[in-house]
């Protein structure tokens, strides 16, 4: 386990290319693996949890070839994939879970999916409870809830399905089953998640009907293999965003980060607590919207977060909770008890770290309170194997009083591998 100190900085500033968006970066690898013909894309993420997601479906019998930001997938379309005879390991992602799940759910063969501790404790019952009732078997520890799951698919039927969560993942899994199913098969959730799976399908030929919070498929169709081009991780400028509100005397622009308004809370809440943010240069490349984000260093109002926003900024709830110990007055975020089932209880994690460094903050059942302004102190954290939790800690060690050591910082890796190199670039 790697130890990392961070010391207060007296100011950020420069011009940065934050990596490709994780979440478009596994799609491109999955979708290009159920198409016919090639997908090459452009601007991938090589982070720890996208690298699983092409090992997985290597393993599946797909030929892929990754270059740093740049990888190919020969896809053969869905009949292309083949039973493994390794264990399909996703690491620490999620994303890589679940979704194969939905894909592997259609697949008329047996697979075993592993993950790293922290998986073992997320719930997959959201994705494989559903699957199961399109006609997919799947077995895991707590009637299919935990890895390792053993999932054989086969012929699926179409569902109506009423998610009880606002979740990408869920939507995703059920949609990519459905593209397979016989009958249209529909997702409705209680607020709108991402959503770069329709953006993507859209790309790949397939066509889908979206109202308001629902998305159907119809079953039978095939993917045509795209050329995909992954705009910046809104979730990784986060952390720069916050940096360069909150640390005097600066200024940091992010180039081409992309600006799906699915994605976008971070930026409605930096500019309602009154951070100075432009955002210039606005672009729509393959379905998706990116922009150039340019953030000052201002001065922050606290506010409160909660409703349909939330999913919105789930991801980006740990560096908010640092932006509020430096605002003005209290920050409430509500509605939020997604932030339990990441890759470590993130009510728990953020706010038992920050109250190591001083931060004046308590949980709540189902977000936290954050009195500001605080100097925070320093101190020893440590990010859990959490990685947004590990690059959160890292900001609020640019504005503390004393260094910050933050154990398990490796963390990190899973969704930026250079960010330590590009902090270095703007101090
Ligand atoms: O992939 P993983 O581990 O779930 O990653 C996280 C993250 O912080 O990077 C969540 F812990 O992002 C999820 C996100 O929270 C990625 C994602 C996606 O690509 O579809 C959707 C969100 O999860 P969910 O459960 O709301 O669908």
Redesign the pocket.
Known sequence: MTKKVVERVQQLKGTIKVPGD??IS?RAVMFGAIANGTTTVEGFLPGE?CLSTISCFQKLGVKIEQEEESVTVHGKGWEGLRESSEILDVG?????TRLMLGILATRPFHSIVIGDASIAKRPMARVTAPLKQMGAQIDGRNEGDFTPLAIRGGQTKAINYMSPV?????K?AILLAGLQSEGVTTVTEPHK??D?TERMLKAFGVELEENELSVSVRGGQALQGQHVVVPGDI?SAAFFLVAGAIIPNSEIKLMNVGVNTTRTGIIDVLLQMGAELEITNEKIINEERMADLTIRTSKLNGIEIGGEII?RL??EIPVIAILATQANGTTIIKDAQ?LKV??TNRIDTVVNQLKLLGANIEATEDGMIIHGPTLLSGGKVASFGD??IGMSMAIAGLVANQPVEIDEIEAVDV?YPNFFQHLEELI
């Open positions: 994780k979440s596994h949890d620490n992602s999620g994303t890589t606002a979740s990408a993942q869920v995703s998640s991402r770069h979730s999913p789930i991801d997604e990441k890759e990685h947004r969704s």
